[in-house]
């Protein structure tokens, strides 16, 4: 299974309608209104919005820019969708766009400025107060992670130092006296060279303290009861290890490992497997796969063909689902892969380290089962699993490289922006992600409380990254179960 095409469930259909006129007015989750302030004058507004429509049309010329009620609207490549952190159906930006508001306000706000991450989008709220004009710059603006490093600092910039944009403060009238002011002459001040002393000598800067580094592992506790959970990488590069010291400690105190599958013993059941592909995998002749895709993924499928140098003949015979197993499971040996080595993934690396140190391992499913699980997909869902695979084939070295470093730095968020980003234009592959990801983790949440009776504590899992993340991640099932929960991090590292 491969992660790029793990899409998310929160995408709804039916929001899709309800929601497409409202790309101007509802902004991402958690959208909090600045109901405190009454809006300033144009004097103050105007030359603070010019800078910022300036900045946002230098790098999106297409945006739709408006200026409403006193607050600067800016919208390019939004859809709607259901927020991750809120369930609430609100709209976002896609792959390049961007959706936000600057409003200035009179006084300081109550609104903590945060960033909140949605995934595919982050949203960032900032407040900058001015305290000449005694007014504040209420601001909103959600982009994907692709978006421009420039753009974002530029933008930031801007709105942190909008004072700098507003005209000077009024300026007392001449002639107005204060009795509460002394007006008594000042005598003239003559600069005296000061003897430097420690007091007033600039202090070094102290040295910024290292934070803890992530990993991508967890520990869930239960009375006496421990489970250790580790996201794997199927595939990995050498410069992945050594893994991390507490990973390995942590599996070298285990009473058992479990994974998905035990693929080192290579348990398939061959009758069964030909059996699921000539009842599930293949059409009955004369019947064939060129006959049943859709015009948009036979054009895909022709342009993968003429770069892999293959023929219909090779896949003809077989449904969307296990021509798309055929292809997937291929991959390192297509395209710039070299780097990369099945023999180096995360989960045989513990498999065969339990081998040697005669450790115990379970497993939560069967290849057969894996298997089963795509050929039970609706015809039109086989069709777009299987188109979304091959259009992102190309990139796959830019895409794992993404994935390795949500790895390395233990980013939860990022990990799963990157194997859900297809779910905003994908809908349709929502059954694919409920068979994939959301009903495998109940399941294996579900079997983990009896490996823990019978298999004893510590438990050291390692499944997949993906299902690590979520609402309907491991560690969030686990926890929904009485576990205590913890992302482990490492120790850091010391230098001589």
Wanted: glycine share 4%; proline share 8%.
């Amino acid at each position: 299974m491969t992660l790029r095409v793990v899409i998310t469930m929160a995408f709804s259909l039916f929001f899709i309608s309800t929601l497409a006129s409202n790309a101007e007015t509802k902004l991402s989750a958690g959208q909090a209104s600045e109901s405190l302030g009454a809006p300033v004058s144009t004097a103050l507004t105007k030359p603070v919005y010019e800078e910022v429509e300036k900045l946002i049309r230098t790098y999106y010329p297409n945006a739709k820019i408006s200026d409403k009620g006193g607050k600067l609207h800016f919208e390019f490549k939004v859809a709607p969708h259901i927020s991750t952190s809120t369930n609430l159906p609100v709209v976002g930006p896609k792959e390049g766009g961007i959706l936000g508001e600057v409003e200035i306000k009179l006084g300081k706000s109550k609104i903590p400025p945060r960033s909140i991450n949605e995934y595919y989008y982050q949203t960032v709220l900032m407040s900058p107060y001015c305290a000449n004009h005694d007014c504040h710059l209420a601001v909103r603006v959600s982009y994907p992670p692709e978006t421009s490093s420039d753009f974002v600092d530029k933008f930031k910039t801007v709105v942190n130092e909008f004072d700098s944009l507003l005209p000077p403060p009024p300026q007392p009238i001449a002639g107005d006296t204060d009795s509460s002011i002394n007006t008594a002459p000042v005598a003239s001040i003559v600069a005296v060279p000061t003897v430097p002393t420690v007091a007033n000598v600039p202090a070094l800067p102290a040295k910024p303290a290292v934070a803890p580094r992530k990993l991508f592992f967890w520990k869930a506790t239960k009375g006496t009861d421990v489970v250790y959970l580790l996201g794997t990488i199927h595939a990995a590069p050498p410069s992945l290890y050594p893994l991390p010291k507490e990973i390995e400690s942590a599996f070298n105190d285990s009473k058992c490992l479990i994974v998905e599958v035990d693929i080192s013993k290579r348990k398939v059941d061959p009758a069964k497997l030909h059996q699921l592909v000539e009842t599930s995998g293949k059409y009955a002749p004369p019947d064939k796969l060129s006959k049943h895709l859709s015009p948009s993924t036979k054009r895909v499928f022709d342009a993968y063909l003429s770069w892999a140098g293959e023929s219909w003949a090779m896949y003809d015979q077989y449904k969307p689902w296990y021509a798309r197993e055929m292809i997937t499971a291929s991959v390192p040996r297509r395209g710039d892969l070299s780097k990369l080595r099945k023999g180096l993934g995360i989960d045989l690396h513990f498999l065969e380290k339990a081998l040697v140190r005669k450790t115990p391992v379970a497993e939560f499913e069967t290849v057969e089962f894996q298997l089963a699980l795509d050929s039970k997909l609706a015809p039109d869902v086989q069709d777009k699993l299987l188109q979304v695979s091959l259009l992102e084939m190309k990139d796959t070295d830019t895409f794992m490289a993404t994935i390795f470093d949500a790895w390395k730095s233990g980013d939860t968020a990022k990990m799963e922006r990157t194997a859900v980003h297809n779910s905003v234009d994908n809908p349709e592959l929502i059954p694919f992600t409920m068979a994939l990801l959301n009903n495998r983790n109940i399941g294996m949440a579900a079997k983990i409380e009896p490996f823990l009776k019978t298999k004893g504590s510590p438990l050291f899992v390692a499944v997949g990254s993906a299902h690590m993340v979520g609402e309907t991640g491991l560690p969030n099932l686990l926890k929904k179960q009485g576990f205590e929960v913890e992302q482990l991090t490492a120790a850091p590292e010391v230098h001589h």
